[in-house]
């Protein structure tokens, strides 16, 4: 059956345009652009035919059966749960907000199996920055042009400017923040369970200098106890090897069997955020030198051989309940009483002295040092005490605080901080409020590829190609729609 409709609303350009029909009344979408695609669902741009504004869509890869009473996918219910529910005074987190949830009958495939079949569609803000790892990855492959090699890209010809200090301290503060309201602000920790720079989005407005940082992708997260539920559901010698496991169900950076889940911030990969902050960082201060600080990674053997000592001394001390409580304090770096306090959280820390007697560049520098040691600590508590929640980060979110601020008011006036700025903030602005749905046309470029790949298969008709029956005609439209537009659109004609 063919899905073309004549329609008279206006486009750029006449041709064919792929409109999605959402289960709130006289709600429609129109296809922009894809965005992506992950283990779970698909991401594409879609333009709110009333508002005229960008929203991004996702789709489930999976249908689900069509019934009411149908569980949510995990990244709804887990910020369904966070926005209720976790509260911290003084932090505002930040993560996407959604807009709205739905299943949408999907036809075709019901009427080809039988059954009633549903897409899972959720529309999110979008955010106009695009996500960190976009704005990173330059200066990534200009520190290291191997990997440029190796990944088939090309090193930045000319320097690029360098990030603000303000910028990476806001990232910093932000990330930081959520971080601390999902660990420490409700009945029980919540862990994304898949933070790297590609999860994290900025979002540029016209007032603030300074775009805002935004945690998305819940897709994979757990709460405290499903973690620990995980460790030992999934052992491999108390339940079903990974290898056995259905697509999908395969918990993410899984914990040894009754121990406590690793923080969002862990080391133990190239894309962490701690690794990313340290590019950003090193790009902040490439004038100034950062050789004296290094990100503290201890030789995984000689960590082991200080692990076994500390959880042989903690087995030979009391275990009352004043004593652990002793021990706690001395050990979570992150409590502290004022600003006037010792960070605390390793040797050698210089940021004993006042802010306003050290760089914004050995700040930053700290900043990230301390991340580092924090991940330590975290290390071990994962191992000695289960029950913990992670190290808090109130510390941290206070010096990036003051150094962002202190920063943007020293820099914000420079040329170079002004000339960064309006590069990405026009971009960004431009790629929101640009009101533009993607037109197929037939003699375009869509088009033209879809007959020179069809006039290469023998005795088929260019219009009845790919994904159908022989003797079931499908236009250039539906061709093309079925290979890059996903969930349940249908094509219209417009003039």
Partial sequence: ????????????????????????????????????HGVQSHAQLVLDRETSMKVVQKVGRTLCPSTLDHDEPTEISVLRRLTSSYRLVHYQPRWITLLHYEQVVA?????????????????????????????????????????????NSTTPQAPLPKL????????????????????????????????HASNIFLHWT?????????????????????????????????????????????????????????????????????????????????DIGYGSVRLPVPRPQAHRRDL???????????????????????????????????????????????????THAQLLLELITNLGFLNENDQLHSILQPDLRPPSLARIIEVAGILEKEALQWGRHTRAFKEFVREKKEKALFQEFESIPFVFRRDGAEAKEILKKALKLRKRNPLEIYRGKSDESESLEEVWGREHVAGPWRVVEVR
């Avoid at 200009?142 to 090699?149: I, T, V």
């Fill in 164 to 195: 603000p200090i303000s910028l990476v301290a806001r990232a910093i503060r932000h990330i930081c923040e959520t971080l601390e309201v999902m660990y420490q602000g409700g009945d029980e920790a919540v862990y994304h369970c898949d933070l």
């Fill in 206 to 286: 016209k007032e603030d200098p300074l775009p805002d940082f935004y945690i998305g992708d819940f897709g994979m997260a757990r709460t405290a106890s499903q973690s620990l539920q995980d460790s030992r559901k999934f052992h491999p010698k108390n339940g079903i090897p990974f290898d056995q496991q259905p697509q999908g169900t395969k918990p993410p950076g899984l914990a040894p069997e009754g121990s406590r889940r690793r923080w969002d911030l862990i080391m133990n990969h190239d894309c962490n955020l701690t690794k990313i902050f340290w590019s950003m960082s090193k790009s902040a201060t490439r």
């Fill in 1 to 36: 059956m063919r899905l073309i409709k004549q329609h008279d609303e206006l486009a750029p350009k006449p041709g064919y345009v792929y409109r999605f029909d959402s289960t709130i009344p006289h709600k429609r979408f129109y296809f922009v652009s894809k965005l992506g």
């Fill in 107 to 151: 036809y075709r495939e019901t009427e080809m199996s039988g059954r009633h079949l549903s897409y899972q569609v959720s529309y999110w803000k979008f955010c106009n920055g695009g996500n960190l790892y976009g704005l990173v990855s330059p200066y990534i492959m200009e520190q290291r042009p191997w990997l440029a090699r190796s990944q």
């Fill in 308 to 358: 076994v000592k500390q959880i042989a001394q903690q087995k030979n001390q009391l275990t009352t309940s004043r004593q652990r409580h002793k021990a706690n304090s001395i050990a979570s770096p992150g409590v502290c009483n004022g600003p006037s306090r010792s960070w605390g959280y390793g040797p050698n820390s210089s940021c004993q002295r006042d802010i306003k007697d050290t």
